[in-house]
């Protein structure tokens, strides 16, 4: 584990913050439909160290159109209309519920941002609404039932694989990020990753703590040609002098093995509170690609997972 003194850390914070401040804040959409994990969605929002505050915005979206989806390819019951009219319902309740509770979670986080309500499909919606560009979509990764179509559980794959922007995906209760585990496999999109780490996060999450420390890692799914490994300690070697340099703590690991599955290993050891990866990788091999692999990760993560686009 390595690290450069505080006092550099803590200058290095400073300059971050007043060389964002030329460009627009980072815009954060929340996708909540009421449930824990939409709300623990919110908090991790606030939480997050990012290095300037971010312009946030809740969405909640009503999809009452996916309770007929299970009819669809079934013969026709007489006698569900009436039921899916009080399904839809119950829905249209819950959703004015999450909203007046979304209001209040967000003033008692002292977030600051529009919260708004929309009908239609879920995963298109948060879709059509999530930030353009430097922005995150912030989603759980479970909703409220198994009979609902529009629960997080399915969407948040669906937001996960086709928005424009990074994708936060919460697996579990708030809590400060004190260990990152970044995955770097040297593609632009990890160098993406690398960026959002020094660029949109400050090492030390508020003051009075201690930096926050980054496992960096390379898996490699080639067992037979050592000098692979070594091109892969050197690369991690590189992020991690940066990250040093910025003010993290730093673990370097180098795994041979399925890139997802020691992925998920390393971050179960290490007891990470996030996993941060690219949203596509390199290479010839699709199937070892960091796109297939962020993916794996995302679906079968106990922590929560940050794909940087």
């Given at each position: 584990m390595?690290?450069?003194g505080?006092g550099?850390?803590?200058q290095f914070?400073i300059l971050g913050n007043?060389?964002n ?5 980072m815009?954060?959409?929340i ?12 908090e991790?929002?606030?939480?997050m160290?990012f ?7 809740l969405?909640?979206v ?9 009819f669809?390819?079934?013969p026709v019951?007489i ?6 009219q009080?399904?839809i319902?119950?829905i249209e ?20 941002g529009?919260?708004q309500s ?12 999530a930030p353009?560009?430097?922005g995150?979509?912030?989603i759980g990764s479970?909703g409220?039932?198994a ?6 559980g ?8 086709h ?7 919460v ?5 400060p990020?004190s260990?990152i585990?970044f995955a770097?496999?040297g593609s ?7 960026r ?6 400050q090492?030390?999450?508020?003051e ?10 390379h898996?490699?799914?080639f067992l037979?040609?050592p000098?692979l490994?070594?091109a ?5 070697e590189q992020?991690?002098?940066k990250l040093i ?5 730093v ?14 290993k ?6 990470v509170d ?8 390199m290479g ?5 690609l ?7 990760v995302?679906?079968?993560s106990?922590?929560?997972v940050?794909?940087v686009?």
């Open positions: 390595r690290q450069r505080a550099f850390a803590q914070c007043r060389s401040d030329k460009g627009q804040p815009k954060v959409l996708a909540t439909d009421g449930s824990k994990y939409g709300k623990w969605a919110t991790w929002v606030a939480r160290p290095a300037e505050k971010p312009e946030v915005a969405l909640h009503t999809d009452v159109e996916a309770l007929r989806a299970p669809m390819f079934q019951v006698g569900n209309e009436p039921f899916i009080e399904e319902k119950r309740a819950r959703g004015k519920t999450a909203i007046t509770e979304a209001k209040a979670q967000m003033a008692s986080l002292k977030l600051k529009k919260v929309e009908r239609g499909p879920a995963g298109p919606t948060i879709l059509d609404r353009r560009r430097d995150i979509v912030a479970r409220l039932d009979l609902d179509r529009f629960m997080l399915s969407v948040s794959t669906q937001v996960t694989l928005a424009p922007c990074s994708v936060l995906v697996k579990e209760e708030p809590r990020v260990r585990l770097a496999d632009k999109a990890s160098e993406k990753a690398l959002f780490l020094l660029t949109k996060l090492p030390e999450a508020r009075g703590f201690e930096p926050i420390d980054v496992v960096v890692m898996a490699m799914p037979k040609y000098e490994k070594e892969g300690a050197r690369l991690v992020c991690a002098n340099k910025a003010g993290y703590v673990d370097e690991v180098v795994q041979l093995g399925k890139p997802a599955d020691e992925i998920l390393v971050a179960s050891k290490k007891k996030l996993i941060v990866t690219g949203a596509k990788g010839a091999v699709a199937r070892f960091l796109g297939s692999v962020s993916t794996k995302v679906q079968h106990t922590c929560s940050l794909v686009r």
